[in-house]
């Protein structure tokens, strides 16, 4: 599990261009799936036939895509303007290394020189505005010839373990879901399980509305990466999550409230099979389940989620050992609901 997080940590997918996670994940798929397709919007839907045939009932999805930036503008010396894909803190990108484009052009996020800030500046954080990508070009001719406006603009980042059976990496927001997914269908499973690995989450869940609609399911569960403000500083009831107390288990956030009777069978679920799992202490953020939710005649959504710390940064932060347990109670729920049918 752990490897294949850190391989896709290491894909490039910025919303609108996820194309090489899922070129990954659709060699990784063929030898698995009953049927494979990319939709219009660009999601990669899975079907995985399991020993009950209960056909489309049951769908799991987690997205591809991750933040990232888009050029807008190439200056006269060469620089690139840029605007955020997707939610950023502008003050976790200046002096951070990207890579640019289809065939990842290397650049830094700039910032004017310190001694030139004006003590009015000093006091305001920077705007994306104020900043620029460095490719190191000599003028905008130059930075033509390997540049073009719509660029896409993504964080470069390794994947590292370190401390206490922790991982750091980009993107774990959503890759996570991604490989849980992977693993799922390389496996034998109880019952039919569709798989929708999704794009354009991070831009306002464009993509799982189209999949959901086309796959109809009756009950869908969403795999994501949720955020853990387990910080000093922040208050007890505003830490959301924390890394290594297992996965989040979600009855609210701000866009969705999960069904009732799918959240408590996840939650008996890992408690009878002795999985630590920990619930949101504040009800924020949102992912798939808000489009998926309100497709057609409706959508029972449940989700199961990895917290991850400094979400939307190049350097997100997760527990390995939360990632094996989420893995565990998934399948757990799934044995459960083909037991039902």
Known sequence: MLSLVKELCLLNGVSSGEDEVRDFLMERCRPYAASMRVDALGNLIVFKQGEKSTGNKLMLTAHMDEVGFIVNDITEDGHLKFAPVGGIDPRVVIGKRVSVGRDKRPGAIGLKAYHLVSDEEEKRVP?????????????????????????????????????????KAKAIDDRVGCAVMLQLIEEELPMDCTFVFSVQEEVGTRG???????????????????????????????????????????????????????????????????????????????NDSSAIQRTKDGVRVAAVSAPVRYLHTPSSVACCQDLVHMHTLVKHFIEALAASY
Request: net charge negative; hydrophobic share 40%; proline share 4%.
């Open 127 to 167: 705007d994306f505005e104020d900043l620029y990508i460095d490719i190191g070009a000599k003028d905008r001719a130059d930075a033509q010839t390997v540049v073009s406006l719509g660029d896409l603009v993504a964080f470069e980042s390794d994947a590292v373990e370190f401390g206490s059976d922790m991982l």
């Open 208 to 286: 799982a509305f189209g999949a959901a609609f086309s796959v109809t399911p009756e009950i869908a569960l969403v795999l994501e990466g949720t955020t853990a403000a387990d910080l000093p500083g922040t208050d007890g009831h505003r830490r959301v999550a924390a890394p290594s107390k297992g996965p989040v288990l979600s009855f609210m956030d701000s866009g969705t409230v999960y069904d009732r009777g799918l959240f408590e069978l996840l939650r008996d679920l890992a408690e009878q099979h002795n999985i630590p799992w920990q619930s949101k202490n504040y009800t924020s953020g949102g």
